[in-house]
């Protein structure tokens, strides 16, 4: 039980300091206080014979009906970014996304035992401290009554934080009004960094998103002191659109002056900005590189919180943040991700975890899976923190171009005895996968090329469990579903596979401009902005009977139907009518292989709904790319075990320093230092 304490904490280190947004940021304030009660999660227990799915269910339960509950804060009793005010007969409660202490990941990962709580007050009120459990229960530790100006420190054990659980702290104003000057989470340890902590390269990576990177910038030179244990902010344009060329540019950068760098390169892809940063944190002597995505919006104090957290860690240590949605900014994307070693494809710790959860709907405090400790493969690189020391051991991304890099690397680092921690507290804001559809179009082949490199490279099953049954269905589904422009690249991605490893670093430059040249032999690739570019729909008998629903073929009945299927698209002629004019035009949530597969010709609006698809049956392509697909699939499944082979012993080469030292000496076009 923790115990108020008066102990000095001008001798303890910050380990986490409590923050507020801007009090323009009205729609993220539930991340940082709520004022909504909440009692926790009441489970049934063992003994009464529930299963583990009736915990779920019944945690998931409560969370739906205490939602209501989760009530924002008033923005305008923010006062800064450290403090705010709570009116006579108001509370406030700090469990939330930012605020609240993860304590599990602090126990398991660290030295750390006891943490210090301290909290600075003005006014009449009481402070409560609560922790959790890996269950999400809640139980009250400690209180204190708080008068006038003064100094609340609370010593907190973290023993009991085996598998789950966070502290936090509410501010109770009843007996008058209180003010929060400021609250910090304290350690009594050294960092295993030493006393001065480490130095991160704070790199992003970018292809024509000059706004984004100009705003991030700007929010990071406002945040200055984050700057103590960032060696360098290193951007890696990639683009025709240079950052360095924005009007602000000057003035932005100013804050920053002797700690900001610009690389302009080729374009290499995701992987080849992402080493580079890797790359250059090695030359400079940093500690770490924080690899960071270009359309993102940061919280500066996460960049603060990921290094600290690295420091403490008992062993070198990938940490990464956590995504929340661009567009509806308390909606959690993602917060923990493994790869199914089956599948070698992305997945959840865990079958409860609700991605797509709104925080600001069902708070930290009644979310019961969020209490869980959640244990990954790795980190998106829209976030991710990387010790060079690990970079020296294990080597750079391997260069993947675009998709699985990140997968790749974690796995590879785990592989070595390095863990990959997705650290609560620290997260930013990015473009939500919902808006976006890159498994079709050009993104095909890096799809399906580097899914395979990473079974086999990592998989540990013989012939990469489902992976190869898996890819030979994508081929199937997106010839039937007229998208012969993305089959195209996914046969490319296959081809050059089965070629083996040698052609990764030359592939960089050279493959995409070769898949996106040959776009303009497919209508399925042709985006037109204005749906009245293309003939009216007609159809000499309705697409559908009754109420428009299209539902997929029943599982028993999957394999006669998709003979049929494949029959008909393979050898029955096309419509005339359906040559001039579509059948029929689906939304892009209609846009299943099931429903497009059923017509001859069709309009499809693309995921961001900024134009439209003409996709057109052509018996011919669907003969020829099965009949390719088939080829291949079966070349790979006769030399898994030798290109497994090949793939794995070259890996490290492929990876190593003085691989991509080739590759950026032929592509580096120009360098800027502010």
Request: proline share 4%; aromatic share 10%.
């Amino acid at each position: 039980m923790s115990v108020t304490t008066t102990v000095d904490t001008s001798t303890l280190r910050t380990l986490q300091r409590v923050i507020l947004p801007d009090a323009v940021q009205t729609d993220v304030i539930p991340l940082y206080v709520d004022a909504g009660a909440a009692t926790g999660v009441q489970l049934p227990t063992r003994e009464d014979g529930d299963s583990s799915k009736t915990f779920a269910q019944a945690a998931a339960a409560q969370e739906q009906s205490k939602a209501s509950s989760s009530q924002p804060a008033d923005a305008g009793d923010v006062l800064g970014r450290h403090s705010t005010q709570v009116a006579q007969g108001k509370s406030l409660s700090f469990g939330t996304y930012f605020n609240a202490f993860p304590a599990s990941y602090w126990r398991r990962w660290t030295e750390l035992r006891t943490v210090y709580l301290s909290v600075k007050t003005e006014g009449e009120g009481m402070i409560v401290v609560y922790k959790s459990n890996a269950r999400g229960v809640i139980q009250r530790v400690d209180a204190n009554v708080v008068s006038g100006r003064q100094e609340s420190v609370f010593e907190l054990t973290l023993n009991p934080f085996g598998d789950g659980g966070w502290y936090w702290f509410d501010l109770d104003a009843s007996r008058g009004d209180l003010e929060l000057v400021e609250a910090n989470w304290l350690g009594d340890i050294t960092p295993r960094t030493g006393d001065a902590g480490g130095k991160a390269t704070v790199q992003i990576t970018t292809m024509n998103k000059v706004s984004y990177c100009i705003d991030n910038i700007r929010v990071l030179g406002e945040n200055i002191d984050v700057f103590d244990s960032v060696k360098e902010l290193l951007i890696v344009d990639q683009g025709t659109d240079k950052v360095q060329d924005h009007p602000d540019f000057e003035e932005v950068v100013a804050p920053l002056a002797g700690k900001f760098r610009i690389i302009n390169q080729g374009n290499l892809g995701g992987s080849g900005g992402f080493a580079r940063g890797m790359y250059e944190s090695v030359n400079n002597g940093s500690d770490y590189v924080l690899l960071l995505d270009d359309d993102v919006v940061v919280e500066p104090e996460s960049i603060l919180r990921l290094i600290t957290f690295a420091d403490y860690c008992k062993n070198p240590t990938i940490v990464g943040g956590h995504m929340f949605d661009m567009y509806d900014r308390t909606v959690l994307h993602a917060f923990g991700e493994v790869v199914n070693p089956w599948r070698t494809f992305y997945d959840r710790p865990h079958d409860d975890m609700s991605l797509g959860h709104d925080l600001g709907r069902s708070n930290l405090r009644n979310t019961h899976w969020l209490h869980r400790r959640v244990d990954v493969d790795y980190n998106g690189w829209w976030m991710c923190l990387i010790p060079t020391e690990v970079i020296n051991k294990i080597g750079l991304s391997l260069p993947l171009f675009l998709k699985w890099d990140d997968a790749e690397y974690g796995l590879r680092a785990k592989e070595a005895g390095i863990a990959t921690v997705s650290f609560p507290g620290a997260g930013l804001w990015h473009v939500s996968w919902t808006d976006k559809d890159d498994s079709v179009g050009w993104q095909a082949y890096f799809h399906e090329r580097n899914r395979l490199i990473t079974a086999l490279t990592h998989s540990p099953f013989e012939k990469g469990g489902s992976v190869m049954r898996e890819s030979l269905f994508l081929d199937v589904k997106h010839a039937l579903s007229m998208q012969y422009y993305t089959e195209e690249g996914r046969l490319m991605a296959l081809e050059d596979l089965l070629s083996g490893p040698e052609h990764l670093h030359e592939s960089l430059s050279e493959r995409l401009p070769v898949i996106r040249g040959k776009a303009k032999n497919y209508i399925d690739a042709q985006l037109k902005s204005d749906i009245d570019a293309y003939p009216a729909p007609k159809s000499k008998k309705p697409p559908f009977k009754g109420r428009r629903n299209f539902s997929p073929p029943s599982y028993g009945k999957l394999l006669p139907w998709a003979a049929k299927t494949v029959g008909r698209q393979a050898f029955v002629p096309v419509d005339e009518q359906a040559q001039q004019n579509p059948q029929i035009q689906l939304s892009y949530q209609e846009n299943r292989w099931w429903t497009v597969s059923r017509f001859d010709s069709l309009l499809v609006t693309n995921a961001e709904g900024t134009g439209v698809f003409w996709y057109k049956r052509d018996p011919k392509e669907l003969r020829s790319k099965l009949a390719k697909a088939a080829s291949l699939h079966a070349k790979l499944f006769k030399d898994w075990a030798k290109l497994r082979a090949q793939y794995r012993n070259a890996a490290q080469d492929v990876a190593s320093y003085e691989a991509w030292k080739n590759t950026f000496d032929k592509h580096t076009e120009s360098e800027l230092t502010r």
